[in-house]
T-cell receptor, first 109, second 113 residues
Framework: QKEVEQDPGPLSVPEGAIVSLNCTYS??????FMWYRQYSRKGPELLMY????GNKEDGRFTAQVDKSSKYISLFIRDSQPSDSATYLC?????????FGTGTRLQVFP | DTGVSQDPRHKITKRGQNVTFRCDPI?????LYWYRQTLGQGPEFLTY????????KSRLLSDRFSAERPKGSFSTLEIQRTEQGDSAMYLC???????????FGSGTRLTVV
């Protein structure tokens, strides 16, 4: 079993839709949780980070962590074509990030 | 200093040749990481440095791979006797405080022919 599981997609939605991206993880010791966005042939860009369980909101993005079920979510409101990218969840294993495979999101006009 | 810089952006090499990549982290960041990413996969951890000390190496890092970070500044990743399976994007990241995440460079795309 991989430490971090993520549906690779692709997930295709119309502009303006609410998008839900999810990850599960196996290591209960994870405390920090990051979401990265990666455009084709570019490096990952940090979107959001959260500590322990709870919600964090930043503009159109909301990150949610449920440590009891080892479940991480990223919600994107009013999705735009410019949100089309791969979204990577990455718990922090004390001294390094462990990445999921990434979910490819396509937002069509 | 606007971010993590990696050089070169692209490298095409013949199988069996040696290649070296360079990473310049954000200047105040004391931790530097190397990751490898293949198509359709998330980045996989290779190794990391705290200042000049290499603290951990992944099992993925065979004897043909070596990384250095002299004086705790820039880092190099060398691959000796390249194989076609080494073709991937090599990403460098740095951080000063994990609470604020890791900043990645744009990567070096290696193609072994």
């Amino acid at each position: 079993q991989k430490e971090v599981e993520q549906d690779p997609g692709p997930l295709s939605v119309p502009e303006g839709a609410i998008v839900s991206l999810n990850c599960t993880y196996s290591n209960s010791a994870f405390q920090y949780f990051m979401w990265y966005r990666q455009y084709s042939r570019k490096g990952p860009e940090l979107l959001m980070y959260t500590y322990s369980s709870g919600n964090k909101e930043d503009g159109r993005f909301t990150a949610q962590v449920d440590k009891s079920s080892k479940y991480i979510s990223l919600f994107i409101r009013d999705s735009q074509p410019s949100d089309s990218a791969t979204y990577l969840c990455a718990p922090d294993n004390t001294d390094k990030l462990i990445f999921g495979t990434g979910t490819r999101l396509q937002v069509f006009p | 200093d606007t971010g993590v810089s990696q050089d070169p952006r692209h490298k095409i090499t013949k199988r069996g040749q040696n290649v070296t990549f360079r990473c310049d982290p954000i200047s105040e960041h004391n931790r530097l990481y190397w990751y490898r990413q293949t198509l359709g996969q998330g980045p996989e951890f290779l190794t990391y440095f705290q200042n000049e000390a290499q603290l951990e190496k992944s099992r993925l890092l065979s004897d043909r791979f070596s990384a250095e970070r002299p004086k705790g500044s820039f880092s190099t990743l060398e691959i000796q006797r390249t194989e076609q399976g080494d073709s991937a994007m090599y990403l460098c990241a740095s951080t000063g405080d994990r609470n604020y995440g890791y900043t990645f460079g744009s990567g070096t795309r290696l193609t072994v022919v």
